[in-house]
């Protein structure tokens, strides 16, 4: 049966230099991969927050012309062919968001101003 033995090179080395070196070469070959996270997600805009862009984005769709907007007190007023327009947004105790589009002096008809701004709203909300 053959014994091994080391070639004449290694032979002349110190033990503790050759298992160092046998150490180097197996460890070189191991490779520490970082924990894998999860990427962050961005925060979900709120319910009022949705309902705020969509009622805004709806009355431009609509031909309002938005004369104010106060997010803090959730009122938009604008006008249409002369008409006042308002539109109110609550965020309730639920969570969800009530919103009120109201423009009495309004004579558009089939579909009237507040079924265009509705379906516009609906629209921008994804139902």
Request: hydrophobic share 45%; charged share 15%; aromatic share 8%.
């Amino acid at each position: 049966m053959p014994r091994f033995t080391l070639s004449a090179p290694l032979a002349r080395l110190p033990s503790g230099l050759l298992a160092a070196v046998l150490t180097a070469v197996l460890v070189s070959g191991c490779v520490a991969y970082p924990y894998p996270y999860a990427e962050p997600m961005p925060a979900a805009p709120s319910k009022f927050d949705q309902a705020w862009d969509a009622a805004l984005g709806a009355a431009a769709d609509a031909g309002v012309q938005v004369t104010g907007a106060d997010r803090a007190s959730g009122r938009i007023s604008g006008n249409k062919a002369g008409a006042a327009v308002s539109i109110n947004l609550q965020s309730l105790a639920d969570g969800r968001v009530q919103v009120a589009f109201d423009a009495p002096g309004s004579r558009e008809a089939n579909p009237t101003l507040n079924e265009r701004w509705l379906a516009a709203y609906n629209r921008r909300m994804g139902r």
